[in-house]
């Protein structure tokens, strides 16, 4: 199964701050890789597919980048309503493996 | 608008079994895949089936290969979860989502989810 590794754990800006999520695959998955963000108390919501394609209504500030076995996530700049679990997902090969997650919040 | 309703989700015994129903309005429902993934308390996401448009395909997580059947009904859109032999390690809320499809391979990445329903799993 291809391991997803998610970093850092937890993720501490300041709102209007740069922050870069990383995903790490334990082999390559060309860019098959999704992002997904899950608020508290509410099902996940798909914000990135195909590495860097951003799904309908995703605001600008949120970019993805990344092939081979490293990716990114980027939020440009902190809205606070962007506090939540950020997991990444690989669609490469059956079975499907998301990451631990990383958590941002307020610093 | 698209949109997914789980249900079913109950306190269930030790080695009994339970089905979820995930019902599906507002997209061409035959077109696409549904997959479930769980969620246990505290945790992160945990992949567990996925079904395509055609019935044609289903694939199991490891995890609950052998005990969770995935099936769909077209003509009612909707996707259901039979599970059987439930342990504790199955409690968790779970999420049916829309998958995608193309040229009939199922893509698995999911831009519909519903609120989820919740198994516990306890005697």
């Known amino acids: 199964d291809i391991v997803l590794t998610q970093s850092p754990a937890t993720l501490s800006l300041s709102p209007g701050e740069r922050g870069t999520l990383s995903c790490r695959a334990s082999q390559t998955i060309k860019n098959y890789l999704v992002w997904y963000q899950q608020k508290p108390g509410q099902a996940p919501r798909l914000l990135i597919y195909?590495?860097?394609n951003r799904a309908a209504d995703v605001p600008a500030r949120f970019s993805g980048s990344g092939s081979g076995t490293d990716f990114t996530l980027t939020i440009s700049s902190l809205d606070p309503e962007d506090v939540a679990i950020y997991y990444c997902?690989?669609?490469?090969?059956?079975?499907?493996?998301f990451g631990g997650g990383t958590k941002v919040d307020l610093k | 608008e698209e949109q997914l309703l789980e249900s079913g989700g109950d306190l269930a015994q030790p080695g009994g079994s339970l089905t979820l129903s995930c019902a599906a309005s507002g997209f061409s429902f035959p077109l696409y895949a549904i997959t479930w993934v769980r969620q246990a308390p505290g945790k992160g996401l945990e992949w567990v089936s996925t079904i395509s448009g055609t019935s044609t395909d289903t694939y199991y997580a490891d995890s609950v290969k052998g005990r969770f059947t995935t099936s769909r009904d077209n003509s009612k859109k909707e996707v259901y979860l039979q599970m059987h032999n439930l342990g504790a390690e199955d409690t968790a809320v779970y999420y049916c989502a829309k998958t995608q499809v193309v040229a009939m391979i199922v893509v698995p990445y999911m831009d519909v989810w519903g609120r989820g329903t919740t198994v516990t799993v306890s005697s």
């Open positions: 195909n590495a860097s």
């Open positions: 997902q690989q669609r490469s090969g059956w079975p499907v493996t």
